[in-house]
């Protein structure tokens, strides 16, 4: 599986961006997905993920209320959609793919264990200026 997401740029405080992310392969359906993001001088941290389906989703608390995911598997794609951008939201965004079904295995956060997670794109820079 090869991730490829794109969407990230420098955008002002306030503004919105949406990230995507295309998988190859056959099997997106089955997978669960997820953003993280690692800021400069950070540990890469959990934002979003998403149930194979679409039917759950989960949230940071940092990123809840502003932050959207989503995904359309006909097009092997998932979304987030960054709203009320802050500075603090400024990190590369990676989005991740876990072909074992773990995501409910993490029973309090659902789908923000790292380690599930096989496979991972290359990251896509969000930069937010105050």
């Known amino acids: 599986v090869q991730l490829q997401a794109s969407g990230g740029g420098l955008v002002e405080a306030g503004d919105s961006l949406r990230l995507s992310c295309v998988a190859s392969g056959r099997n997106f359906g089955n997978y669960a997905m997820a953003w993280f993001r690692q800021a400069p001088r950070k540990e890469r941290e959990f934002s979003a993920a998403?149930?194979?389906?679409?039917?759950?989703?989960n949230y940071a608390d940092s990123v809840k209320g502003r932050f959207t995911i989503f995904r359309d598997n006909a097009k092997n794609t998932v979304y987030l959609q960054m709203n009320i951008l802050k500075p603090e939201d400024t990190a590369v965004y990676y989005c991740?793919?876990?072909?074992?079904?773990?995501?409910?295995?993490?029973?309090?956060?659902?789908?923000?264990?790292?380690?599930?997670?096989?496979?991972w794109g290359r990251g896509t820079l969000v930069t937010v200026s105050s």
């Open positions: 991740a793919a876990d072909p074992r079904g773990y995501y409910y295995s993490n029973y309090s956060q659902p789908g923000a264990t790292r380690l599930a997670y096989d496979y």
């Open positions: 998403i149930s194979w389906g679409g039917g759950s989703t």
